[in-house]
């Protein structure tokens, strides 16, 4: 037991400090960036267990009343704001689900962010840790698409290490879209029998 909060422990202070050991997450900040207010319509899951592969497309009608042009349509997304609450929920989601048994730890590595526009051309590909969507103006509409690779420890009798590849269409630094993100996760991890339970 006493193991099980050593862990719970770090992982909350390895999320917290991922959260805000970076510049950019205090300048451009969950609760300072502006944001469409939404919710999203559907989330579009599909995982490929052979694969390790998870796609999340986000549908919603609002999303068709704003360009990219337009100045509401802002919003920025911070790998650092997205780690630390998608590691909260999952952690804390899986500790309610399982009390006595496994949770899950969270690592994100190999971020790869891209915008494409509709036509299918890649209008710049990312490797920093900050996405402005809002620097694309003059572009035709543009698919907001994220992808990374998520080491995912399961502790547990026997504990494993899986590594997913996720895929976030039409993805905005939303709260409630963060919250809902971390519950397609893990649902869909849940499916495809990853915890061991």
């Not at 502006?34 to 592969?53: A, G, N, Q, R, V």
């Not at 730890?105 to 962010?113: H, K, P, S, V």
């Not at 992808?147 to 290490?161: C, K, N």
Request: proline share 3%; charged share 25%.
């Amino acid at each position: 037991m006493k193991i099980l909060w050593a862990e719970i422990i770090c992982v909350v202070l390895f999320s917290a400090y991922c959260g805000c050991s970076s510049p950019e997450y205090f300048a451009v900040g969950w609760k300072d960036t502006s944001l469409i207010p939404f919710k999203p319509d559907k989330i579009i899951i599909s995982s490929d267990i052979k694969t390790k592969e998870l796609r999340i497309k986000i549908e919603n009608t609002t999303l068709e009343k704003f360009s990219p042009s337009s100045p509401d349509s802002r919003s920025s997304f911070s790998i650092f704001g997205f780690e630390k609450r998608i590691t909260e929920k999952l952690v804390l989601q899986t500790l309610e689900e399982n009390k006595n048994s496994a949770f899950l730890l969270i690592r994100f590595e190999g971020m790869n962010m891209k915008c494409v526009t509709k036509s299918g051309k890649i209008y710049q590909k990312f490797e920093k840790k900050l996405v402005d969507f809002n620097s694309y103006k003059n572009a035709e509409e543009i698919d907001r698409t994220v992808i990374f690779d998520a080491t995912l420890y399961v502790s547990g009798f026997p504990s494993s290490v899986w590594v997913y590849t996720i895929k976030i269409e039409n993805c905005f630094d939303n709260n409630e879209i963060i919250l809902l993100l971390a519950d397609a996760i893990y649902q869909s991890l849940k499916k495809d029998n990853i915890f061991i339970f």
